[in-house]
């Protein structure tokens, strides 16, 4: 009994202690997985927005609580013309759960972006192979600004600090000018 206590805990320690491979200030991998109909989003194809990435899971309960409040932050930057992208992307699911979760979310929010990591090897460099829910905050220019790993309702309003002061950086320069 004993010995099963001390690997519980040993695997929570574990999970609280993941964390990213890619830091920040580095740039984000370009590779964000594939929508629906199986075309690849790429980082560089949102440059220009503070993009906001999950990493999640259906049997994950705290991606869950994550992804309709995502959906409401894409609901009003899509409502107020902000430079924001919310990508959720699907990690280690099959194509069918992919699938109807996709269309569920597009209809809660038509703006969010959602694409599948069947495999798992996008969320890597940011540890949500050790761990989900994984949010990602990316800067205009594709940089890691922020990662965190687990969500709670506690932690809102730091979320949307750090969003909104993404959101008042300038504009990256354009390449070649």
């Not at 001390?6 to 580095?26: C, I, M, R, S």
């Not at 594709?142 to 506690?154: L, P, R």
């Amino acid at each position: 009994m004993l010995r099963k206590i001390a690997l519980a805990l040993l695997g929570l320690a574990l999970g609280f202690g993941a964390h990213a491979d890619v830091k920040p200030g580095e740039p984000a991998p370009a590779a964000l997985g594939s929508d629906l109909h199986g075309h690849a989003l790429d980082v560089r194809a949102l440059h220009g927005k503070v993009v906001v990435l999950s990493f999640w899971a259906t049997w994950c309960g705290y991606c869950m609580k994550e992804m309709p409040v995502l959906a409401s932050l894409q609901n009003v930057a899509d409502e107020k013309h902000l430079p924001l992208q919310v990508v959720l992307i699907n990690s280690e699911e099959d194509r069918d759960v992919f699938r109807h979760t996709s269309g569920v979310l597009r209809r809660q929010a038509p703006g969010v972006l959602a694409t599948w990591d069947r495999h798992g090897e996008i969320g890597k460099p940011y540890g949500a192979d050790r761990s989900i829910p994984v949010m990602v905050m990316l800067r205009r220019d594709g940089t890691v600004a922020h990662v965190h790993v687990g969500y709670g309702e506690d932690m809102l309003d730091s979320l949307l600090a750090e969003i909104n002061a993404l959101l008042q950086e300038p504009r990256a320069a354009a390449k070649g000018s």
